[in-house]
């Protein structure tokens, strides 16, 4: 059973820094994209940034310059250091998994971890 266990959310003020980690474990080796998502209330899921297994990076425009994302393979892990932290990154962050193989294509998700920037 896959499980993606996630670290690091909390209350910070506007400007200030967390780190977010993000561990899989079950019975896959590794993971076609590793990355974490986030979800305001009221609207949709959205991708913050992402890593492949040839360490592209995808990252949202928000994210950027801000916002750094890291995945060690070997040890299965992606990490969110996040920066110049703004009200509006207040979210529930969600560690995000992608397996891809012929004929099989599955997500999964952490249980998600609550980040809130105070003015």
């Known amino acids: 059973q896959v499980q993606l266990a996630e670290s690091g959310g909390g209350l910070v003020q506007t400007g200030g820094s967390l780190r977010l980690s993000c561990t899989a474990s079950?019975?896959?080796?590794?993971?076609?994209?590793m990355g974490w998502y986030r979800q305001s209330p009221g609207k949709q899921r959205e991708l913050v940034a992402s890593?492949?297994?040839?360490?592209?990076?995808n990252i949202a425009d928000f994210a950027k310059g801000r916002f750094r994302i890291t995945r060690d393979i070997a040890k299965m892990t992606v990490d969110l250091q996040m920066s110049s932290l703004k009200p509006e990154d207040t979210a529930v962050y969600y560690c995000?998994?992608?397996?891809?193989?012929?004929?099989?294509?599955?997500?999964?998700w952490g249980q998600g971890t609550q980040v809130t920037v105070s003015s």
């Open positions: 995000y998994a992608l397996s891809v193989s012929v004929g099989y294509r599955q997500e999964y």
């Open positions: 079950g019975p896959f080796r590794n993971y076609n994209v």
């Open positions: 890593v492949g297994s040839s360490r592209t990076k």
